[in-house]
């Protein structure tokens, strides 16, 4: 769905099972912001990567012009298909710093925070390339400059991201 001149959102449905085994269902928001370059914020669940690249080519563009994934926090509906993406694109991973760890490593993740099915909805490690700080401005070539704002709460490293360009505020779960 487009939401501005160079912002789309994607909604991907997905499913987790509580302790009892019944399915309860769930959706993310993914979000795609084009330039001569793409810049991906979140990457949804494992698998999610056949959803965001299938919406790249019905909008007439490709995989492998994704140069940047941002990741707004480490939970698993946000990074599962993160290496995916980034095996397929060979783009750069960006996250706030206090995230790093468990996006790295997702063993020390589902360790430190179980969530059921977890393995389920992640696809494995990444690794982290670029770190974000408060007040960062990210320029994407041909695309709107991007402001890191960190909204702590939700996870003690999630970012929003500002574009004053589309006036587009996105929160992830910063904002239920």
């Given at each position: 769905?487009?939401?501005?001149?160079?912002?789309?959102?994607?909604?991907?449905?997905?499913?987790?099972?509580?302790?009892?085994?019944?399915?309860?269902?769930?959706?993310?928001y993914v979000f795609l912001i084009y330039g001569e370059r793409i810049c991906l914020v979140d990457s949804g669940v494992a698998g999610s990567d056949r959803i965001i690249f299938q919406y790249l080519?019905?909008?007439?563009?490709?995989?492998?012009?994704?140069?940047?994934?941002?990741?707004?926090?480490?939970?698993?509906?946000?990074?599962?298909?993160?290496?995916?993406?980034?095996?397929?694109?060979?783009?750069?991973?960006?996250?706030?710093?206090?995230?790093?760890?468990?996006?790295?490593?997702?063993?020390?993740?589902?360790?430190?925070?179980?969530?059921?099915?977890?393995?389920?909805?992640?696809?494995?490690?990444?690794?982290?390339?670029?770190?974000?700080?408060?007040?960062?401005?990210?320029?994407?070539?041909?695309?709107?400059?991007?402001?890191?704002?960190?909204?702590?709460?939700?996870?003690?490293?999630?970012?929003?991201?500002?574009?004053?360009?589309?006036?587009?505020?996105?929160?992830?779960?910063?904002?239920?």
């Amino acid at each position: 769905m487009r939401i501005a001149d160079n912002i789309h959102a994607l909604k991907i449905p997905f499913q987790i099972a509580d302790p009892s085994g019944k399915r309860i269902h769930r959706f993310v928001y993914v979000f795609l912001i084009y330039g001569e370059r793409i810049c991906l914020v979140d990457s949804g669940v494992a698998g999610s990567d056949r959803i965001i690249f299938q919406y790249l080519q019905d909008t007439g563009r490709s995989p492998n012009e994704i140069a940047m994934l941002i990741l707004t926090h480490a939970h698993p509906d946000h990074i599962g298909s993160a290496a995916a993406i980034k095996r397929v694109s060979g783009c750069t991973v960006a996250a706030h710093a206090l995230e790093k760890a468990w996006i790295e490593d997702v063993a020390l993740q589902s360790k430190e925070r179980p969530v059921p099915g977890f393995f389920d909805l992640v696809g494995g490690s990444v690794d982290v390339d670029q770190t974000l700080e408060d007040g960062d401005l990210l320029h994407l070539d041909g695309g709107p400059d991007l402001r890191v704002l960190h909204t702590p709460g939700h996870s003690s490293g999630s970012i929003s991201l500002w574009i004053a360009e589309e006036g587009v505020l996105i929160t992830a779960d910063a904002i239920p």
